[in-house]
């Protein structure tokens, strides 16, 4: 009897509910005209951004494409006559792209990152693939200040061995045998 009791009770507290919503007036977005303001950390479309200078920052490391679970991630290193290394292409496949922002956390450079940009549907799935001229901006995205080459250490147009930011100069390797 009182299993009957609580399904009844159970059922009345349901239609009850129902009941309630009923009356209300109904909470409608409409989409195109009103877009809910996201969060500030939400990621969407990926972009490739520039140093301060101008300059790509994509030293092709391939670390992101390794870091992607999905694989949606290829590109092919090349080196300037400056010493810089840089990406002769890069490729997103967005229809693959899960959005997990390992990418981004990869990338040593600050090159990749992710937008709160969401709406890329195509009826067409070869429209989502992305080519390095479609990725690239003409900004530094969310690191203002950071350019990979003042700290690398590497011998280029912004400096040589020991001449970089915080870098100490070159240890003479047979100075140091006994």
């Given at each position: 009897m009182a299993e009957a009791f609580e399904a009844l009770k159970a059922l009345a507290t349901g239609f009850a509910t129902t009941f309630v919503h009923l009356f209300r007036k109904p909470i409608t977005e409409e989409y195109p005209e009103y877009k809910r303001p996201l969060p500030e950390r939400t990621r969407?479309?990926?972009?490739?951004?520039?140093d301060p200078d101008g300059n790509e920052r994509c030293v092709a490391c391939y670390l992101c494409s390794a870091a992607c679970p999905v694989s949606c991630i290829s590109m092919q290193s090349e080196k300037k006559e400056n010493g810089r290394r840089y990406a002769a292409w890069f490729r997103i496949n967005f229809a693959r792209c899960i959005y997990c922002g390992l990418c981004e956390e990869a990338c040593p450079t600050s090159a990749i990152q992710l937008?709160?940009?969401?709406?890329?549907?195509?009826?067409?799935?070869?429209?989502?693939?992305?080519?390095?001229?479609?990725l690239l901006v003409d900004h530094s995205g969310k690191d203002k200040e950071y350019c990979f080459y003042k700290y690398a250490g590497i011998a280029t147009d912004v400096g040589g061995k020991g001449e970089h930011y915080k870098e100490n100069k070159p240890v003479n390797i047979k100075s140091n045998m006994p």
């Open positions: 969407a479309r990926i972009i490739l951004t520039r937008t709160p940009h969401f709406e890329t549907c195509e009826r067409d799935i070869l429209k989502l693939v992305y080519e390095k001229e479609d």
